[in-house]
């Protein structure tokens, strides 16, 4: 790690927004407490945020309702929805750089990579989704008796959204994109470890024509301003990204108030199988970058690598050597692959699971350490040996972390893929097209990539099987989750029986 100031590869820039947004305004808690949002880099405070609570939410929520019910949002032809919301797009690329820096500073995410990914993708999400607002459409009904029949599809109401700190911005219009297009209104809690980009789109959300109370965001913690979301009588749905821990909660929460919908995506121990038949350079390529990218914060990270015994040997001497040569340093420097961890307490997570696998007899073959004197930095670690039901190879640990484990044919492959309570996500490394669709039909995940990883796009529904969750983001499947069907049914003619 070199000692170089972030300040030499780009401008830090200034923490603008740090208080509630609710109807329109930033506001103060009504507590007027608030807390602090630290720097992964150097765990130094960045700046002092409103700590929204329960009186924060209520109001937030009623500034939402009154939007949904009296406001002109839901009631916009699709295309004026749209239009806004093209426009919000224009504004978020016109700031690109301050908000990738804030992500940065905020997340210890890749300065490079926000830039040239997370921030551009924001804007597509929102362009994405402007464009099937006005293409909201339920269906004629072909009744088997005298009656015409059809459908509406209808906004759902307020919707609460609580998203994570691993992808401030990517999570933040994954959920609120669609959301919007549907004609709802929104809640919306970051990670009170990521507020300062989401306090940002709020502000930017308002200067591209967002009517008052239709986009608030409430910064604070899961356990009380989080709580206070999935308990309020007056949301008609929740969406939560989180653990799977925390996702039990939630589904608690709703069904013990109004009964509101619930969509969650929780935590996943996502496997890639690497066939004999698999190019040994991408395929390490693709593990490595699988469990690494992003410091291995990400929920379908491929942290499970099972390597075919043909090409097991080859396979580790290469990423070995490739994890050697993996640069972790300051985010905002273009040459680092990978920043801080998020925080203290996940930084010594990771250490944590990196220990219990020394114990339980895994083999380290690379890194396993912190390092710097400063900042939440971890080496890439490799472990080898791994059984299925060492706390390495079965809990999402969250970290640059993997386990590598080798199968024999490809039915103990599959077998070994679905060994999890997680369905999120799998890799399939393999030439053979009939290995590559035999694998992916048979195991239980929501997303399933061949011979690449990471295949996200705004067409494709992305979410989980089993303990990973539930309903779909991305896609149509992500708009029609924000809308009700309601049936019309009319009489043809007078009917003795109607």
Same mark, same amino acid.
């Given at each position: 790690?070199?000692?170089?100031?972030? #300040?030499?590869?780009?401008?830090?820039?200034?923490?603008?927004?740090?208080?509630?947004?609710?109807?329109?305004?930033?506001?103060?808690?009504?507590?007027?407490?608030?807390?602090?949002?630290?720097?992964?880099?150097?765990?130094?405070?960045?700046?002092?945020?409103?700590?929204?609570?329960?009186?924060?939410?209520?109001?937030?929520?009623?500034?939402?309702?009154?939007?949904?019910?009296?406001?002109?949002?839901?009631?916009?032809?699709?295309?004026?929805?749209?239009?806004?919301?093209?426009?919000?797009?224009?504004?978020?690329?016109?700031?690109?750089?301050?908000?990738?820096?804030?992500?940065?500073?905020?997340?210890?995410?890749?300065?490079?990579?926000?830039?040239?990914?997370?921030?551009?993708?924001?804007?597509?999400?929102?362009?994405?989704?402007?464009g099937a607002a006005d293409k909201?459409?339920? #269906?004629?009904?072909?009744?088997?008796?005298?009656?015409?029949?059809?459908?509406?599809?209808?906004?759902?109401?307020?919707?609460?959204?609580?998203?994570?700190?691993?992808?401030?911005?990517?999570?933040?219009?994954?959920?609120?994109?669609?959301?919007?297009?549907?004609?709802?209104?929104?809640?919306?809690?970051?990670?009170?470890?990521?507020?300062?980009?989401?306090?940002?789109?709020?502000?930017?959300?308002?200067?591209?024509?967002?009517?008052?109370?239709?986009?608030?965001?409430?910064?604070?913690?899961?356990?009380?301003?989080?709580?206070?979301?999935?308990?309020?009588?007056?949301?008609?749905?929740?969406?939560?990204?989180?653990?799977?821990?925390?996702?039990?909660?939630?589904?608690?929460?709703?069904?013990?108030?109004?009964?509101?919908?619930?969509?969650?995506?929780?935590?996943?121990?996502?496997?890639?199988?690497?066939?004999?038949?698999?190019?040994?350079?991408?395929?390490?390529?693709?593990?490595?970058?699988?469990?690494?990218?992003?410091?291995? #914060?990400?929920?379908?990270?491929?942290?499970?690598?099972?390597?075919?015994?043909?090409?097991?040997?080859?396979?580790?001497?290469? @990423?070995?050597?490739?994890?050697?040569?993996?640069?972790?340093?300051?985010?905002?420097?273009?040459?680092?692959?990978?920043?801080?961890?998020?925080?203290?307490?996940?930084?010594?997570?990771? @250490?944590?699971?990196?220990?219990?696998?020394?114990?339980?007899?895994?083999?380290?073959?690379?890194?396993?350490?912190?390092?710097?004197?400063?900042?939440?930095?971890?080496?890439?670690?490799?472990?080898?040996?791994?059984?299925?039901?060492?706390?390495?190879?079965?809990?999402?640990?969250?970290?640059?972390?993997?386990?590598?484990?080798?199968?024999?044919?490809? #039915?103990?492959g599959i077998k070994s893929a679905?060994?999890?309570?997680?369905?999120?996500?799998?890799?399939?490394?393999?030439?053979?097209?009939?290995?590559?669709?035999?694998?992916?039909?048979?195991?239980?995940?929501?997303?399933?990539?061949?011979?690449?990883?990471?295949?996200?796009?705004?067409?494709?529904?992305?979410?989980?099987?089993?303990?990973?969750?539930?309903?779909?983001?991305?896609?149509?499947?992500?708009?029609?989750?924000?809308?009700?069907?309601?049936?019309?049914?009319?009489?043809?003619?007078?009917?003795?029986?109607?």
């Amino acid at each position: 790690m070199g000692s170089q100031s972030s #300040e030499s590869f780009v401008k830090i820039p200034e923490i603008k927004f740090t208080k509630l947004f609710i109807n329109g305004d930033f506001v103060d808690s009504v507590s007027g407490k608030t807390f602090e949002t630290i720097d992964p880099r150097t765990g130094e405070v960045i700046a002092r945020i409103a700590e929204g609570d329960k009186e924060d939410i209520d109001l937030a929520v009623k500034a939402a309702r009154h939007a949904f019910d009296h406001g002109p949002w839901p009631r916009f032809p699709g295309s004026e929805r749209g239009r806004i919301m093209m426009k919000f797009a224009e504004i978020i690329e016109e700031h690109n750089e301050e908000i990738a820096a804030l992500d940065t500073l905020d997340a210890g995410k890749l300065f490079s990579w926000g830039k040239a990914v997370d921030i551009p993708a924001a804007s597509r999400s929102l362009r994405y989704y402007a464009g099937a607002a006005d293409k909201i459409h339920g #269906e004629v009904l072909k009744m088997s008796r005298e009656l015409h029949g059809y459908t509406l599809r209808e906004p759902i109401g307020v919707v609460g959204h609580i998203i994570p700190w691993n992808f401030p911005t990517s999570m933040f219009f994954m959920k609120v994109s669609p959301a919007l297009a549907a004609g709802c209104t929104i809640v919306l809690k970051p990670a009170e470890q990521t507020p300062l980009s989401a306090l940002y789109y709020a502000h930017l959300a308002k200067k591209a024509g967002i009517p008052d109370g239709v986009l608030n965001v409430i910064t604070g913690y899961g356990s009380t301003a989080g709580a206070a979301i999935t308990s309020h009588m007056d949301i008609d749905k929740v969406c939560f990204t989180g653990s799977t821990e925390v996702g039990r909660k939630v589904m608690q929460a709703a069904a013990t108030s109004n009964l509101k919908q619930v969509s969650l995506e929780l935590g996943g121990k996502s496997p890639m199988l690497i066939f004999n038949d698999a190019d040994i350079d991408t395929a390490t390529d693709l593990a490595l970058r699988g469990v690494l990218y992003n410091k291995g #914060e990400v929920c379908v990270a491929s942290s499970r690598v099972y390597v075919q015994e043909g090409i097991y040997d080859e396979f580790v001497k290469k @990423l070995v050597e490739k994890a050697e040569n993996w640069v972790v340093g300051d985010p905002f420097d273009p040459s680092s692959n990978q920043g801080p961890q998020i925080d203290k307490n996940q930084f010594e997570k990771i @250490l944590s699971y990196i220990e219990h696998g020394k114990r339980e007899g895994a083999t380290l073959l690379a890194g396993g350490k912190p390092l710097g004197s400063k900042g939440y930095y971890i080496e890439p670690t490799i472990f080898a040996d791994v059984k299925e039901d060492m706390l390495v190879g079965k809990d999402e640990i969250f970290g640059p972390v993997m386990s590598l484990m080798k199968f024999k044919t490809m #039915e103990d492959g599959i077998k070994s893929a679905n060994n999890t309570k997680y369905g999120l996500a799998a890799g399939i490394v393999t030439k053979d097209l009939n290995v590559a669709n035999t694998v992916s039909r048979s195991i239980r995940a929501g997303i399933i990539w061949i011979n690449c990883y990471f295949g996200f796009d705004n067409d494709c529904p992305y979410g989980g099987y089993k303990m990973s969750g539930f309903g779909r983001d991305l896609g149509m499947e992500a708009l029609n989750k924000y809308l009700q069907v309601k049936s019309v049914v009319t009489p043809i003619f007078n009917s003795p029986w109607l």
